[in-house]
Each structure stands twice: as C-alpha cells, then as structure tokens.
C-alpha cells in the first residue's frame, strides 16, 4: 500500500492527529515489514504553542518543524529515547504531531525481540517505546515519510469512529503554563483490542 501522501499532512495539524489514529506506522527493517496501528498522537501548533519545540523560533533543532509537511521530525528526549512526529501544514509554519503509540500489528517477532521482557501490552504503548521497537533513531530526521525510500513511512488504515476516540491533555508538559498545560490535543483510540484485526502472524 503506498504511504499517505503530502497533502494528508499539508491540512490543520489537529484534524491530523486525529485522522493519523488507525494509520499503519511501518518500518522497513532487513527487508521485512515491521510496524502498527497509529493509536495515540499529540498536536503541536504554532510559536505561540508554549508545549511546542517551536516556542522558541527557527533553530537548528526546530527547522524541519517549518516545512515542508510529511517529513519526520525525530529528536533525543530527556538524552535517553528518540521521538517521532511528523511535519504537518504548509511550509513556513512550525507544527507537528508527535506518535505517541501503535498497536503491533506485523513483525511481532521483531518488535518482541527489540522489547526483550517487556509485555506486549508494553511493547509499544509510549513515543519511546515504538521507536525503540521499530529501531528509529536520529538518522531518520528529515526523512520524507510520503515515500517508501527511507524505510519509514505511514500508510492508510482504518477509519476509527469517534465514540472510539478520547480527547485530553498532552503528557508531560509540567512546566508549561496553562492553556497550553491542559488543552486537549491528545488523541487515543480507547480499545484497539475491539478496534482493529488480530495480526495474521503469531506471537
């Protein structure tokens, strides 16, 4: 299936968020497909977002932010776990919605061995755990995820209906003033158990 393409992307980073749940996350990894179901995101929005990299302008770090749409933003959070998010609206505009979890959906073998002892329920259920799983790291930074060329990418999926969907705070914004501490720019798919298929591979 080919990847979403850039005008997915190029639209209101929120309505992205939220269309993003139920996508296919998937990465290339020695030729076999490894990835999931998209069942949490966030949204970051603008320079005037104070929860966003962007509050403090055009960087080094926050230029991809700007544009243009569908490439990968990944970054080294706390100096401990790679980020992903992708580049949403037009250029010149800093946003981003940050994948905050998958449900595994094929490479279960892979993803299993990447989370040694970990459960599966834990595999991939935070933005550290799924780039660890599927082995995103910095390299990928700036990688146009509407292609298949670097070995990442975001397929179409299934829709998810929203009385699947709950809304709420993004996580771990403890400094950051209030509206932008609470607004409600999360997006989780409330039981992908009942939402989505059983892999085809076994465990």
Same mark, same amino acid.
């Not at 055009?58 to 580049?87: D, I, K, S």
């Not at 250029?91 to 892979?110: H, N, Q, Y």
């Not at 009385?163 to 771990?172: A, Y």
């Given at each position: 299936?080919?990847p979403? @393409?850039?005008s997915?992307?190029e639209r209101?980073?929120?309505?992205?968020a939220r269309?993003?749940?139920?996508?296919?996350?998937?990465?290339?990894?020695?030729?076999k497909r490894v990835?999931? +179901?998209?069942v949490e995101? *966030? %949204?970051? &929005?603008?320079?005037?977002d104070?929860?966003?990299?962007?509050? %403090?302008?055009r960087t080094?770090r926050t230029? &991809?932010?700007y544009g243009?749409?569908g490439r990968?933003?990944v970054y080294?959070?706390?100096?401990m776990? +790679?980020?992903l998010n992708?580049?949403t609206?037009? *250029?010149g505009?800093?946003? %981003?919605?940050? =994948?905050r979890?998958?449900?595994? %959906?094929e490479?279960l073998d &892979?993803?299993?061995?990447r989370?040694?002892g970990?459960?599966?329920r834990?595999w991939?259920?935070?933005?550290?755990?799924?780039?660890?799983?599927?082995? =995103?790291?910095?390299?990928? !930074?700036?990688?146009?995820?509407t292609?298949t *060329?670097?070995g990442? +990418?975001?397929?179409?999926?299934?829709? =998810?209906d929203?009385e !699947?969907?709950t809304k709420?705070?993004?996580?771990g914004l403890?400094?950051?003033?209030? @509206? +932008?501490?609470? =607004?409600?720019?999360?997006f989780?798919?409330? !039981?992908?158990?009942a939402v989505f298929?059983p892999?085809?591979?076994? *465990?």
């Amino acid at each position: 299936m080919k990847p979403l @393409p850039t005008s997915f992307y190029e639209r209101a980073t929120l309505t992205v968020a939220r269309d993003l749940l139920g996508t296919r996350l998937v990465r290339l990894l020695n030729g076999k497909r490894v990835g999931g +179901w998209i069942v949490e995101t *966030e %949204a970051y &929005v603008g320079e005037e977002d104070l929860g966003c990299h962007a509050r %403090a302008g055009r960087t080094p770090r926050t230029e &991809v932010m700007y544009g243009p749409p569908g490439r990968a933003y990944v970054y080294f959070n706390y100096g401990m776990h +790679w980020l992903l998010n992708v580049v949403t609206e037009g *250029e010149g505009f800093p946003a %981003a919605v940050l =994948i905050r979890a998958i449900w595994p %959906a094929e490479g279960l073998d &892979v993803i299993a061995a990447r989370r040694r002892g970990r459960p599966r329920r834990h595999w991939t259920d935070g933005p550290a755990k799924l780039t660890q799983a599927l082995a =995103i790291d910095g390299t990928f !930074n700036r990688c146009d995820l509407t292609t298949t *060329e670097a070995g990442v +990418w975001i397929e179409p999926g299934l829709p =998810i209906d929203d009385e !699947n969907v709950t809304k709420g705070p993004r996580v771990g914004l403890y400094s950051v003033p209030e @509206p +932008w501490k609470s =607004i409600p720019w999360r997006f989780r798919v409330i !039981n992908p158990q009942a939402v989505f298929p059983p892999p085809a591979e076994k *465990e």
